[in-house]
């Protein structure tokens, strides 16, 4: 089988999540970038990459699950997109327990939480909210076995 190459899985992710914003009203895309350039920083694999572009695509209902499933895409990359989907109601004991299960996950979730708590991200939101994902990410950190930021 010809899988999809990173360039092809990032136009689609872009296009997947085109019109979303992220909590700052900054285009989603703009988030994916960061995730996997952290995890290509972090001396990620091509799939681990493929997994950051991915890694939101179905918990945002941007691409349905059977979609993944059918996908040109190495197994693994589609594990690991499925580790990182949080289902709706979920504990995130469970949902950091899977994370830990599956190979190559990890990477992916560290360069997103490190997004997701960059202060320059979470300086434009009001603090209530700052403050809920501040210690949403440092409790993410802990279950995960992950230094703080």
């Given at each position: 089988?010809?899988?999809?190459?990173?360039?092809?899985?990032?136009?689609?992710?872009?296009?997947?999540?085109?019109?979303?914003?992220?909590?700052?009203?900054?285009?989603?895309?703009?988030?994916?970038?960061?995730?996997?350039?952290?995890?290509?920083?972090?001396?990620?694999?091509?799939?681990?990459?493929?997994?950051?572009?991915?890694?939101?695509?179905?918990?945002?209902?941007?691409?349905?699950?059977?979609?993944?499933?059918?996908?040109?895409?190495?197994?693994?990359?589609?594990?690991?997109?499925?580790?990182?989907?949080?289902?709706?109601?979920?504990?995130?004991?469970?949902?950091?327990?899977?994370?830990?299960?599956?190979?190559g996950a990890l990477l992916v979730k560290e360069a997103d939480l490190a997004h997701n708590a960059d202060p320059d991200r979470l300086a434009v939101l009001d603090e209530a909210t700052r403050?809920?994902?501040?210690?949403?990410?440092?409790?993410?950190?802990?279950?995960?076995?992950?230094?703080?930021?």
């Amino acid at each position: 089988m010809t899988y999809l190459t990173t360039a092809e899985v990032e136009a689609l992710a872009i296009e997947a999540h085109a019109g979303q914003t992220d909590k700052a009203g900054r285009p989603y895309a703009e988030h994916l970038r960061a995730v996997a350039e952290g995890v290509r920083a972090r001396g990620g694999s091509d799939e681990q990459i493929a997994a950051a572009w991915l890694h939101d695509a179905v918990e945002d209902d941007r691409l349905p699950e059977e979609w993944l499933r059918g996908a040109a895409l190495p197994e693994a990359v589609k594990d690991m997109v499925l580790a990182l989907t949080k289902r709706p109601g979920e504990e995130l004991e469970a949902y950091t327990a899977r994370v830990l299960a599956v190979p190559g996950a990890l990477l992916v979730k560290e360069a997103d939480l490190a997004h997701n708590a960059d202060p320059d991200r979470l300086a434009v939101l009001d603090e209530a909210t700052r403050a809920r994902l501040t210690a949403k990410y440092a409790r993410t950190r802990a279950l995960l076995g992950l230094s703080a930021c």
